[in-house]
Structures are given as C-alpha cells and as structure tokens.
Nanobody
Framework: QVQLVESGGGLVQPGGSLRLSCAASGSIFRINAMGWYRQAPGKQRELVAAITSGGSTNYADSVKGRFTISRDNAKNTVYLQMNSLKPEDTAVYYC???????????????WGQGTLVTVSS
C-alpha cells in the first residue's frame, strides 16, 4: 500500500503565507511526478503546480510568482510554499503522485486526503 498524507492547511489572512507538505509512505521504489491540485466550492479540481523527479516544475498561471513547489526525494515528500495568498486561493488542496511501487514494479497514481486552505480577513 502507498499512502499520501498532507499537512499545513489552515486559515490565513490575505497577503499571508502557508506551506503545505505531502509525505508518501509504503512500498515505494520510485516516485515520478508529484503535484498539487485544488478544488474550490462549486468548481472543478485544477492543477496548481507539478514537479518531476528531476526537479522540473510547472505552475498554473494564477499562482506563478507566488507559489513554489519543491520536493525532497530522500523523504518522498513534496512541498508547496504559498505566498501573497488571495481569497481566490481558498480551496481544498490535494497532493498527487505517480508512484512506482513494489517489487514487483507496479505503477500507481495516488491522491492525498486533501487539506483546506482558507484565505480570509
């Protein structure tokens, strides 16, 4: 079994910062891409940021320059540093990972349980 556990959500004022963490555990051989998605009330889930095993990143236009994704491969953990938060960033944030589990090698996609980020004064 492979699980993703997120932490770091909460309530923050506009302009503030939060750091989300997502740790993968279980029979992991390798983790390829990891990413953060979010889903606001009444809206579809959307990609926020993603990072490859080699460290290449991409971001949604709405968060470029404010959010930074990073990962620690030794800890099987991905982070999302969120700065200059806006009310429109309010959503449940989900971690996603493309995992090679095993042995034997098994390709899996896993999601975290979600963590709520609320940006409000």
């Amino acid at each position: 079994q492979v699980q993703l556990v997120e932490s770091g959500g909460g309530l923050v004022q506009p302009g503030g910062s939060l750091r989300l963490s997502c740790a993968a555990s279980g029979s992991i051989f390798r983790i390829n891409a990891m990413g953060w998605y979010r889903q606001a009330p009444g809206k579809q889930r959307e990609l926020v940021a993603a990072i490859t095993s080699g460290g290449s990143t991409n971001y949604a236009d709405s968060v470029k320059g404010r959010f930074t994704i990073s990962r620690d491969n030794a800890k099987n953990t991905v982070y999302l540093q969120m700065n200059s938060l806006k009310p429109e960033d309010t959503a449940v944030y989900y971690c996603n990972a493309a995992v090679v589990a095993g042995p034997p090698a098994t390709y899996l996609e896993r999601w975290g349980q979600g963590t709520l980020v609320t940006v409000s004064s």
